[in-house]
């Protein structure tokens, strides 16, 4: 005779999960009224972090879990930014409405570029990531109605009259330039939370379990009928649209542009990597702990220029040496938390656990 | 405007691009270690040139000969001390590390020796030329190609005629079963990248001879010498200067019909080869 029937489930949530995201929600409906009883100062602050952070969770998305060590990312960066400007100046479009644009564009630059980087095994395809950047800044120097090598500013009518301003500035009292910053802080929030949302549900489904078995091993995955290149290309080209619309977005803030900035190795690619590595590699909570350090370690540096970067590839190197799985890593392999779990786990039947 | 002036010089040019390339061409080619650091780690040896020449007044070849072993030193503690821990399968680990030296090292010179350009004094070789025919070329220049023969020819002995390359290649190929033939991969691959950073320690000679260099300039030298080794194939060094001279000549082509496009020319002849022949022009190693 057999006993009871065993019911066996396949779940990924736990306990500390659920609490969890019960208190990110409230983190976020708190961060959507930030506006209402921060200064300024810290919203342009926590804006700074939140596209950051998009930039991490995206080429966390390619390196940590597709493989894909790209050193190009601000080529989708600099392009998405170029193209909303574009939008703005040449096609007099809401600037809002522009960013989706340079998401679109970016996505776009994305299938070429993957289509010569794919070809390329490991660090090869990081260099030709890097040459493709370097190419896309190279020619769009050249683009002399939007400043060519010395670039252009956003008029500040354009984004004084964008999409929600005065929604801002009625419901609020916030001043124009003011309400640029809030609407800006609002967009990035929202870019914040879909992309966190968006790879975790990614790395939850099928296609997530599929590109963790093609990193894990890349034969393995074929043999059981993975296909890992279909799989890599999707992550790239998504992971560039959300890099060129934060790219724009972050351009619509800063309301001036050249081809040095956006196209910036170190201010999208280098920072960005070390926020991933720091807080942990091929983790979604990774990133955000990479980003508050990163962000620490700035203020706590400003005053010293080149210092703060030298400080910021040691301790990346020191990271790599030492702790692979990064800061969140170490923690979450000591205490067995797990924030935003996307391990399945085997319950139910006779399992006690 | 003269055509073949104008290739004459982007194959004069090649060969300071071989000499960027060609220690990284060895490194690659033994361990497959990427090293992203390696254009910082030429502009270092060219601030340590200007450093000697600057106070104690050497000549800079002199000054080069001195740099060879310091940098030497350099590459094998590197490679002994950090890049060893980082080779495995994995390659993202020696990627971010290497990564990580090359933002060190370029924020340590920034903060050493400030961002103003410098340039290695060579006295009258600045701007000594010689006929060729109707030509006239650089002294300078000549001598950076004959260098990047000579240490080509040196590195293929090196490599195909001794006991030590015949441990480089054997590793190359298979680092365990080196292993159990006496060789230790490691101490191999010190000696390996001690050589390389000895050759970009010539390279670093010649970068700041012939133009200012500054801090910042490293990433740039890295990506040409990358370009120079995706192209010319893996764990070939004539393939090297091959694609040293291919980016070379695109680049002063490119620059002789506007100057805007001297660099995206060079950088669009990696891409075309690249399309057309993902393993490199002479590829030898199978990685």
Redesign the interface.
Known sequence: MHGPATTWRVETRTKTSTIFMAFGALAVIAGLLAPLYVPRAALQDLFFILTMLVLAQSWNLL?GYAGL?S?GQQAFVGLGAYVMFAGVLLFKLDPLVAILLGGFAAALLAIPAGI?AF??????F???T??VA??VR??V??WKTLGGGTGTSLPGPATRSMLGIDLAKNLFGFRPAQAVDVICYWVALLLAVATILLVYRLLRSRQGLALASVRDNHEAARAIGVDARRLRAIVYVASAFMTGIVGALIYVQKARISPDAAFS??DWT?YV??IV?IGG?GTIEGPIVGVLIFFGLQKLLADF???Y??V???I??VV??FA?EGLWGLFASRTGIQLLPVRRLLRGGSLKN | MNWVDTVLQGILLGGLYALFAAGLSLVFGIMRLVNLAHGDLIVLAAYLIFVLVGTLGLNPFVAMAIAMPIMFAIGWLLQTYVFNRTLGPDILPPLLVTFGLSVVLQNGLLQAYSADSRRIPSGYLETASVRLGSLHVGVMPLLTFASALAVIVILNRLLYATELGRAFRATSDDAVTAGLMGIRPQRTFAIATGIAMAVVAIAALYLGTRSNFDPTIGPARLIYAFESVIMGGLGSLWGTLAGGIVLGVAQTIGGAVNPEWQILAGHIAFVLVLLFRPRGLFPRAVD
Do not use: D, K, N
Request: net charge neutral; no cysteine.
């Open positions: 390196a060590v050193v010569f070809r390329l095994q490991g660090a090869y990081a260099i030709g890097w040459v370097e190419i190279l020619v120097a050249q190795l170190t280098a990597i070390f590595v590699i220029g080149s210092i970067l030298l910021l590839g040691l990346g190197i790599m040496l692979q």
